[in-house]
């Protein structure tokens, strides 16, 4: 509530000034939540879904400049930095038709890594892995989610992930299913979920599923893939 609250008076407010406006923003909430409402952060894509109604461009530029919204700032990058990063993301707000003081306090909302441009606070990259716990937009992983509006190909939904912890009761179901991550590759990205959703494991399921990843070991292709 708190972090809607942010996104919403920090810049989406002022979108709705009729009723046309509240309508555009709707169809196209209702339609895009439909289809990944499970695997995104609500928040995120309520405030996204408005820069993409009322801010076509911006949009566009968000899309296509992952490298500069999502994850941390690097650590060797000095303070100094900061103002080439400032300078950086205010050329391309201006470049999408907008001041960098109308939507900055939204898009640092969105994205912790802009508070080294406008507030000189440093998100580092160790960040990146509570961003994806919690499926924002500002992680490295789930950033094009919100642009796919589908699991990208080769990753895990939420929803198969909680499927596979339920046949961690079936050992012979469980490991079929973790030979079948390996040969899509996509055992890496099951481990991270098994990670970051530490607590949605039960005590049961955990030593179950440890045991399975052991015995499928060998199928795992060490030259390279997960």
């Avoid at 899309?63 to 060797?76: H, I, M, P, S």
């Avoid at 440093?122 to 919690?134: C, H, L, P, Q």
């Avoid at 699991?151 to 009761?169: D, Q, Y």
């Avoid at 481990?191 to 399975?212: G, H, Y």
């Amino acid at each position: 509530q708190r972090r809607f609250g942010n996104l919403f008076h920090g810049g989406l407010r002022n979108c709705f000034k009729t009723l046309r406006d509240v309508r555009r923003f709707m169809n196209g909430l209702e339609f895009g939540m439909g289809m990944v409402s499970k695997e995104t952060n609500g928040p995120d894509f309520i405030a996204l879904e408005g820069i993409r109604v009322f801010y076509p461009l911006l949009y566009d530029r968000i899309r296509n400049n992952k490298q500069l919204f999502a994850g941390g700032v690097d650590a060797e990058l000095g303070e100094a930095g900061a103002d080439s990063f400032k300078s950086q993301m205010d050329s391309l707000i201006e470049g999408a038709g907008l001041k960098p003081k109308e939507i900055t306090e939204i898009l640092v909302e969105l994205f912790p890594k802009l508070t080294f441009a406008y507030g000189r606070m440093r998100y580092g990259e160790e960040f990146d892995s509570t961003w994806a716990k919690e499926r924002r937009i500002a992680s490295k992983r789930y950033f094009d989610f919100y642009f796919q509006l589908a699991v990208p190909l080769g990753e895990i939904s939420i929803e198969e992930f909680n499927r596979t912890l339920v046949t961690a009761k079936d050992a012979g179901r469980l490991e079929a299913k973790l030979i079948e991550f390996i040969d899509a590759k996509k055992l890496t990205y099951f481990v991270e979920l098994l990670r970051s959703n530490w607590e949605s494991v039960s005590a049961v399921q955990l030593p179950q599923i440890l045991r399975a990843l052991i015995n499928v070991g060998d199928n795992v292709d060490h030259s390279g893939s997960p």
